[in-house]
């Protein structure tokens, strides 16, 4: 190379070194004004953000005491001290950074004192919350004071904010055109050293420098974003323009749940955005890339974001476009404001509660001011002062619009009116004694409070509420009125009156008090009453009278009371609890009533009755004894009679025969004139008793036409029915509803010849109940009004004439309507002489039961239902045949229970277990073959005799399916029998024990069983007849209970003591006419009990065959272990 190239070479290359040096001079000088550029720019970032914390604490702070002021929790107000503090810190650091700025300065101390005097005003809105209450703050608040602050703080944040964005605006200007000028000279440099060849190295190593150290100021930038990303309390999120994630501070991460590895890179709309607003977010930053329109950049949002778990929370958002070449990268500042939105939320309750309050509030409520002009007033305060908007009171003169005159109609000057004092003065007020004025000139008396409102020590007006108390007043006047006529009327009463307080300790006394105790107010005052009590009754009256006052509950007692003579007499005395509203005892009021008389004749009424009662259990003696008396020796006239009668008709004796029956005849009609004066003496002794059961009416109706036909017939009559056959059920005394209708039936058959006697039933309601009617007519003799005036006395009849024509005692009619009075009925009877009569009983469908009724009627009916194996099953589904087949049947000796279908059937065999059944084959449901079938696939029941009975002549499937044997229709009763008796079992007799005290009843009864193959052991008292059975168990006895040495009671008890003895029946037979402490007596010791001279020899034997009967099917062996010598076929 020659020198002179060298030369070139090295001027080149000095060249080219000086164009280096000039070019990195320039750069550096361009690097350094972009460095200062970006660390400016980076500081008014830092201010910028400085300023959203001071305004955001500085309202958060606003929000917690709102919170404070609305629920009063403390926990509020200690947080307002820690904000203070962040609002002062975040002030001296601004100061700090704007000391190069003298505006911004100024400005800073301007936002400093607004912000002092924001603070100053919360400070005291909170005090006086906490010292005076919500009413207080709120006048605080209503002022204005708190918002005028807030407003100076806000336009001074705004104007600081406006002049920083302003300065970050012309700095990144002058960041960009240094950056422009640094590039222009790197490539005007550049190509003249491309130019120079020789320079080319030194060029490269040049740009290899500056790259460097950009790279190193690239680094040291993103340093300090980085530090100030992690030291931001907000979440700050920075996003591409393609809305991916670049930055995500720890303050977002807390936030949102995210950790940054997981978000870097991402779509911002899939991680915080709720998928409600993804597509409008997406949509927005695309109009921005392709218009540069974006309406949210710069501006303060609250929008609601989502969280990593799903959740959606309130946020702040503010966002702003970073300043970088190329495409566009946003920055967000994100704030949860939830606790802000909460507290916000219970501001809003708290005030609408309060307007609910004010609006709802049935008493007035207004504020004054310290000048008494209105301020605010709620709905009632201007209904009760005849305006109908509040609004239309604002701004007036309160007092003297409604309260310038006092009640008596004087004048009442501002300055003596206490509400007004206590807007001024500062001093609560209340008053219950003065008048507000309407619009229209009227007034009402009022009470009213008045708090006044103090701030700082300074009274600002005061709020009043008031109430119109006219009908209080009214009230109070009437209370006046009325003690006063009370106070009249206790006095003019004859008791002792007297009024305590809650406690019990008297305060009050009537004159007649005082003039019986001759005592004076002093000394009875309180508890001074005890002075005139009987000291021996005193600790006990005293006791009782205290319990009722702690239970607040009606007290009554009689004690001895001493006269101001010192006489002691008896008193009544009663007190009742005053209540108020609330079920609070106010007070209590009592007399005493002086009741000596009384108890003297309640003790002399007690004597009487006693005497009463002795009396009456003699007479219920006696009856007993004339009942046995007389009915012991006509048993055995009525019952030798029969038999006799039986004898002479069987020897062809028809005379004998026919005098026999006279005797018999008459022996009954003596028996039932008996029967008839007991039972009156029984109803007026009250000793008689009603049996209760269901019977369906048409059917007892039917039942009794039967009985009475033959009697109706004696004098030609004819007997007329009118009984709907729907007339249905009722509940009564079956026996004495038929004796009732028989002794009318009767009466109409004997006072009417060749006439017509009409019996009608029907139901009617009347007085909300059901109601049976029977009407007997008849067109026989008739009567008299005169006659019908004592028809229903006893032993009474029309008229001497009557009772010697056709008979009787004239106690029918009277027993009849007692019997009918019993049951809650009666008897009427309308009659016309020469035309007829017409009697009506009139009997509830449902006839009330009293209480000891019903045990009598369980325990005094005599045990005569179905035992298991005793009876004939019937199963038809005609209650024709049904009826037929039990009279038929029941004639024969059986017990009979009745099935209307297959099923009915079927749950009575199982449950009776009867000896026989006869079974109907054609019947609706289940037939008879299904139903022979059951049977006979039941183990427990296919040993039972059945009988079918059809009108189908089908023997061969019967039997096939196991019938016993098979009746066609009509049924032949003889037949019927017939088969029954071959498939009973045999009924070998067995010995029975007569105990009984009468020779002739003994001989007769055993007459009557010696001919019906029994064997006959006679006792003539309950002893000997003890010791017979302990000689010889017998398989039946029969009772008589009146007896001497131990009567059939004892005899029945000590029968049944011996376990060994306890299965033999007893059949009672006696002349006593049983009470229901005699029925109780027997229950469950005997099982039948027979009326002497009320039964005949068919029932005697009838009950004592289906005694044994029962003895042998229910498996209960002979006590001696066999069959007797004496058994008869």
Known sequence: MSRSTETKLAVGLVLGLALLTVNALIIFASIRTLQANNRWVDHTRVVLGKLEQTLSTLRDTETAQRGYLLTGDESYRQSLPAGVARIRRNLEDL????????????????????????????????????????????????????????????????????????????????????????????????????????????????????????????????????????????????????????????????????????????????????????????????????????????????????????????????????????????????????????????????????????????????????????????????????????????????????????????????????????????????????????????????????????????VLGAVVTFADITRRRRAEEALRESEERFRVMADSIPQLAWMARPDGSIFWYNRRWYEYTGTTPEQMEGWGWQAVHDPAELPRVLAKFKAAIAAGELWEDIFPLRRHDGQMRWHLSRAVPVKDERGRVVQWFGTNTDITDRMQVEEELRQAKEAAEAASRAKSTFLANMSHELRTPLNAIIGYSEMLQEEAEADGREADAADLKKINTAGKQLLGLINDILDLSKIEAGKMDLYLETFDIPEMIRSLAETVQPLVEQNRNTLVIHCPPDLGAMRADLTKVRQALLNLLSNASKFTERGTITLEAAREREGGQDWVMFRITDTGIGMTPEQLARLFQPFTQADASTTRKYGGTGLGLTITRRFCQMMGGDVTVRSEPGRGSTFTIRLPTEVLERTHEEASASEASPPVGAEPGSVVLVIDDDPAVRDLMRRALSKEGLRIATAASGEEGLRLARQLRPEAITLDVMMPGLDGWAVLSALKSDPELAEIPVVMVTIVDDKNLGYALGAADYLTKPIDRDRLAAILK?????????????????????????????????????????????????????????????????????????????????????????AKDLSEEDRARLNGKVHRILQKGAYTRDELLSEVRRELIDRIRTGIAAPNGGQRSGDAP
């Not at 218009?291 to 309130?314: F, K, N, S, V, Y």
């Not at 006959?1016 to 040495?1045: H, K, T």
């Not at 059939?1048 to 029968?1055: I, K, M, N, S, V």
Request: aromatic share 4%.
């Open 982 to 1070: 071959k498939h009973r079992r045999d009924r070998p007799r067995g010995t029975a024990l007569i105990v009984e005290d009468d020779e002739a009843t003994r001989q007769l009864v055993r007459h009557m069983l010696e001919g019906d193959g029994w064997g006959v052991i006679e006792a003539e008292n309950g002893q000997v007849g003890l010791d017979r059975v302990a000689d010889s168990c017998p398989d039946l006895i029969i009772l008589d209970l009146m007896m001497p040495e131990l009567d059939g009671f004892g005899f029945a008890t000590e029968l049944r003591r011996h376990p060994e003895w306890r299965a033999i029946p007893i059949i009672v037979l006696t």
């Open 95 to 458: 100061e700090g950074l704007l000391a190069d700025n003298v505006g911004q300065r100024e400005r800073l101390a301007a936002l400093r004192s607004a912000i002092d005097r924001r603070l100053t005003i919360l400070e005291e809105t909170s005090e006086a919350r906490r010292r005076e209450g919500l009413e207080a703050a709120a006048q605080i608040v209503a002022s204005g004071r708190e918002k005028a602050a807030m407003d100076e703080v806000v336009r001074l944040f705004e104007a600081m904010q406006r002049e920083e964005n302003d300065l970050l605006s012309r700095r990144l200007d002058e960041s960009r055109a240094g950056l422009r000028g640094a590039i222009g000279a790197s490539v005007l440099f550049t190509v003249a050293v491309i130019a120079l060849l020789g320079l080319v190295y030194a060029l490269f190593r040049r740009d290899a420098v500056r790259r460097r150290r950009a790279a190193e100021a690239e680094h040291a930038s993103e340093a300090r974003k980085a530090a100030m990303l992690e030291s931001a309390l907000d979440a700050i999120i920075t996003i591409d323009h393609e809305g991916r994630v670049l930055e995500f501070n720890p303050a977002a991460e807390r936030t949102f749940g995210y950790a940054r590895e997981q978000v870097i890179g991402r779509e911002l709309a899939e991680l915080i955005i709720p998928p409600a607003l993804r597509d409008r977010h997406r949509e927005g930053l695309k109009r921005y890339l392709a218009t540069g329109e974006g309406p949210i950049l710069g501006r303060r949002l609250e929008l609601t974001a989502q969280r990593a778990d799903g959740t959606e929370i309130p946020i702040e958002l503010s966002i702003t476009r970073l300043p970088a070449e190329g495409p566009p990268v946003f920055s967000g500042f994100l704030r949860d404001i939830t606790e802000r939105k909460q507290a916000e939320e219970a501001l809003r309750q708290g005030e609408e509660r309060i307007r609910m309050l004010l609006d709802s509030s049935s008493e007035g409520i207004y504020g004054i001011d310290t000048h008494g002009r209105c301020t605010f007033a709620n709905p009632a305060c201007a209904r009760l002062l005849g305006f109908e908007d509040p609004a239309a009171l604002i701004g007036r003169n309160l007092h003297e619009l409604a309260h310038h005159t006092r009640p008596d109609g004087t004048p009442l000057p501002a300055e003596d009116c206490r509400i007004y004092r206590a807007s001024r003065v500062g001093k609560p007020a209340q008053a219950d004694d003065e008048v507000f004025w309407r619009a229209d000139g009227t007034s009402f008396p009022v009470e009213y409070r008045s708090a006044p409102i103090i701030r700082d020590g300074e």
